[in-house]
């Protein structure tokens, strides 16, 4: 069997990725040495697996079905800044989850202990739900984009209502990653 590169994941709408995009083309002009996410790749990571075979793709569907499990739709509202580790030393620029970022952690949270029964490592890490939109390879050439960030900290792209999640394979290239939807399980 074949070993791939599995996550799951709560798939972002068109409408709030073109809103981000355009906030990304804002903070593009600033320069600064970013690899920017491309918008069809932007989702909402609740536990990103590795390498996986292949084999075990419908026995993790079945766990997510069972974390899923009395979880009704909610919503998810896109607002606010910010970068890992912090803005001063930045690798990853993201953008938050106001509204929902509860019920995201607690969804990984179950994710996670359903996961583990396969022999998937738990998290060590407390869950932080954020859209990741650009990996920084030099933190001391972003001084503009920092700026700029800082200065629209209250950024919103706006809300939608999630109602699935998603099991998606990443094949990683020279262009950067393709994702591809391999399970979709639906809340409620």
Partial sequence: MAI???FIA????AEIREK????QDELRKSGGKVTWVKPKNMHLTL???GETEESLIDEIAEKLKIAVQGKEPF??????VGAFPNFVRARVLWIAVD???EKLRELASEIDKQVAVLGFEKEKRKYSAHLTIGR?????????VRNHM????DFSAGSFIARSIFLIKSQLTGDGPIYTILKEIKLG
């Fill in 20 to 23: 981000i995009a355009a906030f």
């Fill in 4 to 6: 791939i590169r599995l």
């Fill in 75 to 80: 919503k998810i509202q896109v607002k606010g």
């Fill in 99 to 101: 509204d929902g970022a």
């Fill in 150 to 153: 800082q200065e629209n900290k």
């Fill in 10 to 13: 709560v798939e972002i709408p």
């Fill in 136 to 144: 920084v390879k030099d933190s001391r050439s972003i001084d503009l």
């Fill in 47 to 49: 536990k990103f697996l």
